[in-house]
């Protein structure tokens, strides 16, 4: 098996991983300026998406728009996600560099689309593949690829824990090489329960004192998580954004899902915006909780809400997921102001943060590799991929970090090439 690592490695951001120069595991980007693709020409007779998240599915579209089409394998929400998140870039970048596919390209997804349930195994570009619940987001998956000499499992993004959304991984098939992600392989996350606490105390006490709360939140799961906290815990809810349309297209598919009931009644606890007519600026005036787009304050409904709270101690704002290096999100986090919609603005309200990280930690992580001792590991997806593997080595693993553009051999253990 030769495995050719085109994205993803030693970084978070534009997986892409080409097995024998046929079957493509991934294709997203770096959400960077100018956006980030995945290195070099492909030509794949199939890919293979683990997750419906722009790092793993952003570039997919850019595939089809040759004469070329390679089929696509997913989960049904992957496929649904993959084409929201192309039509936001779309409407966000459509005819600019920021956006180097069209609106055809989009189209064409469903002439090639070939939607999979966990377990059952198929065949893609002369591999049998297999997908597994990852525990991630709705519709995520282990990825096991066999072609009759090496079983490869491609872990994509995981969580070992149990979300309200989804119930965390347990499948461990067997498999001679793994590639898992390390995102947080340096991290302990607090147990989900006193992080829900910590988060609803806070929520409650602010909206108690007569102030708003804004949470910002990633459209794909960590929204649709924190509308089923906001229902467990009775705080009153607005939700905003992309994340209204993710919400409402989760619940076709109950069998993705955790508790599909627990979804619909944390939808109908929440209100709607529609944005219209001088809503959102009403809203923000309101003693309540609102959910929006975008998670790191880099765009969507977020830039209307921060404003109208942002000069008074009362109001709250509660980061919900990791702030990039650069983003408003983190400037906020850092020095109490930030670049909202293109005005630096200094922040009076309180600003928290809170860990429901989707990705399995450091205990996460090595109780999953727990059942791979005698697999070859090979780390991606994260910052400190060399240090995560180094360490793996130190506890008897076989296990490195494969560069950017780098290509693995099996049986030809010390042989790479670029």
Known sequence: MEI?????????????????????????????????YPVGDVAPDA?????????????????????DRPEIHWTPPTRDLTRTLARDTLKLHGGTMQCPFTEEDVHRIGEVSHPHGYGDSFEAAGHEITFFNAGHIPGSAHVLVDDGETRLLYTGDFHTDDQRLVTG??????????????????????????????????????????????????????????LLICDRYDIPCYVDGMGQQVTQMLRQYPGFVRDADALQRAKSHARFVSGRDGQRRRIAEENTAIVTT?????????????PEIADRPTNKITLTGYQVEGTPGRELLDTGSA??????MPVAAQVESYDFSAHADRGGLRSFLDDYRSAEILVNHGDRCNEFAAELRQKGYDAMAPDLGETWRRNLRDSWTC
């Not at 998406?49 to 004469?67: C, I, K, N, R, Y």
């Not at 670049?339 to 630096?344: L, N, Q, S, T, V």
């Open 294 to 306: 975008s998670g790191m304050l880099s765009g969507g409904p977020a830039m209307s809400y921060i």
């Open 47 to 67: 890919v293979v998406v683990s997750h419906g998240h722009l790092d793993h599915a952003g570039a997919v579209p850019t595939l089809l728009s040759g004469d």
């Open 169 to 226: 991984t347990t499948a461990r098939p067997d498999a001679d090489v793994v590639i898992c992600e390390s995102t947080y392989s340096d991290v302990d996350h607090d147990a989900r329960g006193v992080v829900e606490e910590r988060f609803a105390e806070s929520a409650k006490t602010t909206l108690w004192e007569g102030g708003t709360v804004v949470i910002p939140a990633f459209a794909i799961g960590r929204t649709q998580e924190m």
């Open 339 to 344: 670049e909202i919609d293109g005005h630096h």
């Open 4 to 36: 050719q690592f085109l994205g993803g490695a030693g970084e978070v951001g534009r997986s892409a991983v080409l097995v024998n120069d046929s079957l493509l595991l991934d294709y997203g980007l770096k959400t960077e300026t100018p956006t980030q």
